[in-house]
């Protein structure tokens, strides 16, 4: 029995050490920017947004790694195929030039915040003109505010600093996404929040997108393979769970 016993360990011993190793796990790298409440490094999980995209790829047993950059260098790294894709962006024809659009994921409004002193309403985009608009280079807005020549609009390179440029009386209103303004404001400035509103009319409620770079050669198959996975998160529930609700910590 001893020598059996013997004998068997060493035919496992040998077996493991020669079988053949499990495949590797396929992976994507997506670039990013520090994007709170949707997203960002000091967040848990690094945010909502992060943990429903490595889900809806984890579905199909596709690793996601992260890379967080500022915003142009975002757009840089998709333009030249040097990530596989990028998130969280806003729809624009012209991006499909270097990029596929995945299906939709809720977002919330893009409007424009000023300060409260200024008393400012608009209905059109032709009541703003004379006002300077505080914008982040690279971002896509509202395809009928980006169109037009006649604002005086004054690009930073990330919306904390076009908050401080309101808050310094620099420009007149941002143009943000309503969360994302609201929670750089309590975070960085908390005793400047009575100080600024997020106007009533605004340009556009959205979605935001997953934009897979066209240089890869995988590039619609990792398309198809979020596209499956969110659906799948919709259609199980998990989507709803994962979605917070900003509306409860964000003043009106």
């Known amino acids: ?31 990013t920017l520090d994007w709170e409440p949707y ?12 943990v429903l995209v490595r889900q809806a790829f984890e579905l ?9 950059h ?41 409007g424009l915040f000023s300060r409260n002193e200024l008393k400012i309403k608009f209905t059109t985009l032709e009541d703003l003109r004379g006002y300077r608009i505080g914008i982040v280079k690279g971002y896509v807005n509202s395809r009928e505010f980006d169109r037009t020549n006649f604002l005086d609009k004054h690009p930073v ?20 996404d309503k969360y994302v303004g609201f929670h750089l404001l309590k975070r960085h400035m908390a005793k400047k929040m009575a100080d600024i509103k997020f106007l009533p009319t605004i340009l556009e409620q ?21 596209n499956k996975g969110l659906r799948q998160m919709k259609t199980d529930g998990t ?7 900003f509306d409860n910590r964000t003043p009106q």
């Not at 260098?73 to 030039?97: C, M, N, Q, W």
């Open 60 to 68: 199909s047993d596709i690793d996601v790694e992260i890379q967080f």
């Open 157 to 176: 390179k990330d919306d904390l600093s076009n908050l401080r440029l309101l808050l310094a009386g620099r420009v007149d209103l941002m143009v943000a």
């Open 39 to 50: 997203i960002g490094r000091q967040m848990k999980n690094q945010g909502y947004l992060a």
């Open 70 to 110: 500022q915003w142009s260098r975002v757009i840089g790294l998709a333009k030249k195929g040097r990530v596989d894709g990028y998130f969280p962006e806003y729809y624009a024809h012209s991006i499909t030039s270097y990029a596929r659009f995945s299906d939709p994921i809720p977002a919330g409004p893009l």
């Open 239 to 245: 989507l709803d769970i994962l979605l917070p609700n």
């Open 206 to 226: 959205k979605d935001i997108f997953v934009c897979i770079s066209t240089k890869g050669h995988r590039a619609h198959i990792f398309l198809d393979t979020f």
């Open 1 to 31: 029995m001893k020598s059996l016993t013997s004998t068997t360990m060493l035919w496992i011993t040998l077996s493991l050490a020669f079988a053949s190793p499990a495949p590797a796990r396929d992976k994507i790298i997506l670039a």
